[in-house]
């Protein structure tokens, strides 16, 4: 279109470059998806879609901390699985069993425990230094041993019950999408104590004090088998949309793929991945739309000028450290909210599958590739990323097979770089950071 064409229009020449520019990466991105459908299967493309949506809620999560307040977290997986968690807890049912076992001396340690520091609290209030350490040393030496004196013989008692198939307590057996609002609940109180212990510190001590918590979460989540099966796992988590085997037996469903010509199991997949898609839509789309008020909220633009000056932020009056924790927290629940929605796509929840060094390295990439500090950008680094790195080992295999066909079957070099082939998506990922990084440093979509 020409500048004339578009000054006819009454629309600014640069407005117009702005306004299309996303619109036709996402375009792209679609675009990607839709040959996956065609030249792979439309259930694997909708698999990639599925995920992508979630990892666009997790970089939007990362986005509203980074992007707004500048704040570099890399405990993101921590959150995560306390989302994880929250569907262990909500969905699955009791076992009445190991709640009469142990249930009743888990309560009480957990109340001797908030106890103890609703007591610490209390002290260190009213008692001033330097007498306030030696108040408060003897009530967390007490609180310890009575919190140890019913937590050690009920977690044996609980873990003890038919541990191959329980040794948990198991959870509410409520309907698994409200652990996405339990998810959220719990990112955002880990998130609290957090950020109450580590929002002081600045850049890579900040990045630091939150890897090595998110490990702790994890590890934690690994070993407390009577929490959620550890590593054990806990499988077979309910669906809030309708299985493949029931949809089979439904008349409407075999009547509808009867009309359209396809196979009623083939179809019964796809329309389960639809399903899940239109539930992770909406979801991401409710909060683009509060982060996007937020950001262009007076409150955003107070974020936005702590994270270019805080020294002149604290200047003008503002809390800086009351505000950074604010933006924590609100990312942190948008990350626990993915986790929820994570846990519930895979209808399992496995602890040892959260490798925080990995995945918040590819969270941090779709941030940065999608452009920091817009939520959009965010949106599209979680679906190009999610994208290649799903994709780089087919196409890979795919290259290596091409490369090496004149080479023999049994040839040392053949077989080396055809099991080589799955580490190209590594490659790939710092490849793709280190050229976003020199040509364009503020991502595919600046912020504005």
Known sequence: ?????????????????????????????????????????????????????????????????????????????????????????????????????????????AVSGLATIGAVLFVRARIERPFR????????????LVVRWFFDPAVEA?????????????????????????GGAFAAGAAWLVGKTVLRLRSDYLAIATLGISEIVIAVLKNEDWLARGVKNVTGLPRPVPYEVNLQKVQWFLDLTANLGADAVSASSIFVKICYIFLFLLVLA????????????????????????????????KD???????????GS??????????????????????QPLRFTFLIWVMVIVGGSGNNWGAVLGGFIIWFIWIEAEPVSLWLMGF???????????????????????LFLMGAILLLVLRFRPRGLIPEE
């Not at 609980?158 to 339990?182: D, K, Q, R, V």
């Open 133 to 144: 350490i030696l108040a408060i040393t003897p009530i967390i030496i007490i609180g310890f």
């Open 1 to 109: 279109m020409s500048k004339t064409n578009v000054a006819a229009l009454d629309i600014p020449y640069p407005t117009m470059i702005k306004t299309c520019h996303p619109i036709f990466l996402f375009v792209i991105m679609g675009a990607l998806i839709a040959v996956v459908g065609f030249y792979q299967s439309w259930s694997i493309a909708l698999a990639i879609l599925q995920l992508c949506l979630i990892s666009s809620i997790m970089a939007l999560g990362v986005n509203i901390q980074w992007g707004y307040a500048g704040l570099f977290n890399a405990g993101i997986m921590g959150f995560a699985a306390l989302g994880g968690l929250a569907a262990v807890l909500v969905s699955v049912p009791p076992v009445k069993e190991a709640w009469a076992a142990g249930g009743v001396n888990i309560v009480l340690a």
């Open 320 to 330: 800086v450290t009351s505000r950074h924790l604010q933006v924590f927290i609100l």
């Open 286 to 317: 409710a909060l683009m739309w509060l982060a996007n008020t937020a950001l262009a909220s007076p409150w955003g633009r107070m974020m936005r000028a702590i994270r270019d000056n805080r020294d002149a932020a604290e200047a003008m009056g």
């Open 158 to 182: 609980i873990e003890g019950y038919n541990a191959a198939h329980y040794g948990f307590l198991g959870g509410a057996g409520l309907p698994i999408m409200f652990s996405w609002i339990l």
């Open 333 to 354: 629940v948008v990350v626990g909210i993915a986790g929820a929605m994570l846990t519930t796509l895979e209808g399992q929840f496995t602890p040892g599958s959260y």
């Open 403 to 425: 490369a090496t066909s004149s080479l023999d079957t049994d040839s040392p070099i053949r077989n080396h770089l055809i099991e080589s082939a799955p580490h190209f998506r």
